[in-house]
């Protein structure tokens, strides 16, 4: 158990849906990260937030967002849905400091598939 | 920009053999270099990571790597496979963002099977 922990764990939805899901990091985790993994886009890093300010973005379509609240979960949303977006969505959090050498705790991830 | 090959997308090794995943980087210096281990169904959990002290690093489950400048490479070694050893490992390379935060960029992964 990585101490981080992600809801739903699935979640089915419709083509133009909009969803949101949960993250709560690690005790003590400032930094929050979004991860999309798809067969074949593999690992994408999506979008960081750093004690609720947003820090660094990766791959993320505009349909996307994402934001992290006063008690340090993060919420991503997704929007206008699309047969490609189905995939595990995986939160991770690290500690203090969010520098180069921190580890990163993944938490079991969100499997989201969009029919 | 920073960026890591794995060789091998598929590695099969009979139980008692050894593991060897091979893992290439290409990162300004100095490199920070993890290796993640997911499990079926899993998050990503960290096996080692190189921080620029000790070349040798030894990780959790018998799993170490060797960072070496001279090649690029971090491989993943252990002596002798052990049938819980197959899940898909991730080498990942981490720079600070231009913000000054971690930036990860993960391989595209390779699937340890393990054959009794």
Redesign the interface.
């Known amino acids: 158990d990585?101490g981080?922990t992600q809801t739903p764990k699935h979640l089915i939805t419709a083509t133009g849906q909009r969803v949101t899901l949960r993250c709560s990091p690690r005790s003590g985790d400032l930094?929050v990260?979004w991860y999309q993994q798809s067969l074949d886009q593999?690992?994408q890093?999506l979008i960081?937030y750093?004690n609720g300010e947003e820090?660094?973005k990766g791959n993320i379509l505009e349909r996307f967002s994402a934001q992290q609240f006063p008690d340090l979960h993060s919420e991503l949303n997704l929007s206008s849905l699309e047969l490609g977006d189905s995939a595990l969505y995986?939160c991770?959090s690290?500690g203090t400091s969010?520098?180069?050498?921190?580890?990163?705790?993944?938490?079991?991830?969100t499997r989201l598939t969009v029919l | 920009a920073q960026s890591v090959t794995q060789l091998g997308s598929h590695v099969s090794v009979s139980e008692g053999a050894l593991v060897l995943l091979r893992c290439n980087y290409s990162s300004s210096v100095p490199p920070?270099l993890?290796w993640?281990v997911q499990y079926p169904n899993?998050?990503?959990?960290?096996l080692l990571?190189y921080?620029s002290a000790a070349t040798l690093v030894k990780g959790i489950n018998g799993f170490e790597a060797e960072f070496k400048k001279s090649e690029t490479s971090f491989h993943l070694t252990k002596p002798s496979a052990h049938m819980s050893d197959a899940a898909e490992y991730?080498c990942a390379v981490?720079?600070?963002?231009s913000?000054g935060?971690?930036?990860?960029?993960?391989g595209?992964?390779t699937k340890l099977q393990v054959i009794p």
């Open positions: 990585s981080v930094s990260y593999g690992l890093f960081q750093y820090r660094a995986f991770a690290s969010g520098g180069p050498t921190d580890t990163q705790y993944f938490g079991p991830g | 920070y993890f993640y899993q998050g990503l959990q960290l990571k921080t991730f981490s720079d600070q963002s913000a935060y971690q930036k990860v960029t993960f595209t992964g």
